[in-house]
């Protein structure tokens, strides 16, 4: 309740102090004489918390203002009053800042007092931010011991679906455990386990270990179905580490699950080697304005130059198998503008941009909206097929202050059958 001031005079005007004959500090409600220690220097929480309790009406709190009918309640009773407590706000805040992501000190912030005390009810207060972190490990900690009761009567097996991935800044690692299994009502349930900081280094005999520790805790180590895990061959080499310490069913042979998304981008990543020549030039330039902060304030005026609103585009991720479709659709609309600003803004010769790298673009574009092809030789094909209806339909010609020349035309004379080595040996040899 406000601030300590504010709780200085609360104390003053309801409690008494009295100095017993060892010398300690007593504090003693006017109203009910009930005694409390307390010190110079100290708190007022509990003495506050005692007057709010007990004596509200005392401190212009009516009884009534925390009761606040509801239109429906859990229990299908028509008139239900609603009881305000405390715990149960600072329980549900704590989840809402957990779910959202917020920051520790958002319940402590004075602007949520006031939005909550005016248009709620006035006995709400601020959180800590200290005690809401508080609050968020024992509701975990309560999640937690819950689930291991399921789990520990549990009649059928678990799947896991684990991932390793380091932060943007190359400086954290951390493991991910997702679990999978259907109930006692035929009902099939999902729950995160575990999302550690996993600083060690990425070695089969650690990996594996953090794993087995995170099965003990959930009694999981002798229910464990399979573990879908990508194709990283530490990854790999960890399962067998797990098979010999949980002794899985059926001798572990379908323990290991290898990842489809995985294997999915590794094919797309293959395949786009062949066509690397026409997709790097705008993912150099689609990077360079958001890397150079003057570059990006022309783009933006250049943008509103020319009538169109400054864009900030997809962002092409190597993990992701989809990125790079995503990237080459979001610039579509601004190819003419992105081909002049780098031809006559920046004038860089690293970063010109060609009309038939578009027209390329567009080209995979289509292909992709037929749907994703994950096998390696028809991603092959689809390559050779971008190549060759590109050299049909385009030829080099300038645009800017640049013509295309070097590997560009090698490639396209490639596909057609004619000179040039890249594309042929790539079919010859196969991908890597």
């Not at 006017?30 to 918390?49: D, F, N, P, V």
């Not at 991932?163 to 800044?169: F, P, Q, T």
């Not at 999915?264 to 080697?273: A, E, H, T």
Request: overall charge positive.
């Amino acid at each position: 309740m406000g601030g300590r001031s504010q709780q200085s005079a609360i104390f003053i005007k309801h409690f008494d102090k009295v100095t017993l004959p060892s010398g300690d500090l007593q504090a003693i409600c006017k109203y009910c004489s009930k005694a409390y220690k307390w010190q110079h220097g100290g708190g007022y929480g509990t003495l506050i918390r005692h007057i709010e309790k007990n004596h509200p009406v005392e401190i212009g709190i009516s009884r009534s203002q925390s009761q606040i009918p509801t239109f429906s309640s859990q229990s299908g009773k028509e008139s239900q009053l609603f009881k305000f407590s405390e715990s149960d706000f600072r329980d549900e805040t704590a989840r809402f800042v957990a779910v959202e992501q917020l920051s520790f000190s958002f319940g402590d912030k004075l602007s949520f007092q006031n939005w909550l005390s005016s248009s709620a009810n006035p006995a709400i207060r601020r959180i800590p931010r200290n005690t809401l972190k508080r609050t968020i490990h024992k509701l975990v900690a309560t999640q937690k011991n819950e689930l291991i009761k399921e789990f520990a009567s549990l009649d059928n097996k678990v799947t896991l679906c684990s991932d390793i991935w380091s932060d943007h800044w190359q400086s954290c690692s951390y493991m991910g455990i997702i679990c999978h299994w259907i109930d006692n009502a035929w009902n099939i349930q999902k729950r995160l386990l575990a999302y550690r900081c996993f600083n060690d280094p990425h070695t089969a005999q650690n990996i594996s270990h953090l794993m087995f520790l995170i099965l003990e805790e959930y009694g999981l180590t002798s229910k464990i179905f399979s573990i879908s895990f990508d194709n990283a061959s530490a990854n790999t080499c960890s399962i067998d580490e797990l098979i010999r310490m949980c002794q899985p069913s059926i001798g572990g042979k379908f323990f290991h699950i290898r990842c489809t998304c995985h294997i999915l981008n590794l094919c797309v990543q293959d395949g786009f080697r062949s066509l690397e020549t026409y997709i790097k030039p705008i993912r150099t330039a689609i990077h360079y304005p958001w890397t150079h902060p003057q570059v990006m304030k022309q783009w933006g005026r250049f943008c509103k130059a020319n009538g169109m609103r400054a864009k900030r585009f997809a962002r092409d991720v190597p993990t992701r198998w989809n990125s790079t479709y995503k990237l080459l659709l979001s610039t579509f609309e601004y190819k003419e503008l992105l081909c002049g600003f780098f031809g006559q803004v920046v004038q860089s010769s690293s970063l010109y941009l060609f009309s038939n790298q578009w027209n390329i673009c567009t080209i995979i574009c289509e292909i992709r909206q037929s749907g994703p092809r994950p096998d390696s030789g028809l991603l092959r094909q689809t390559a050779l097929e971008v190549l060759t209806r590109s050299a049909r339909s385009d030829s080099p010609r300038r645009v800017g202050r640049k013509r295309i020349s070097g590997d560009n035309g090698a490639a396209a004379a490639a596909a057609q059958g004619g000179g040039g080595g890249g594309v042929e040996e790539e079919e010859r040899g196969g991908f890597a």
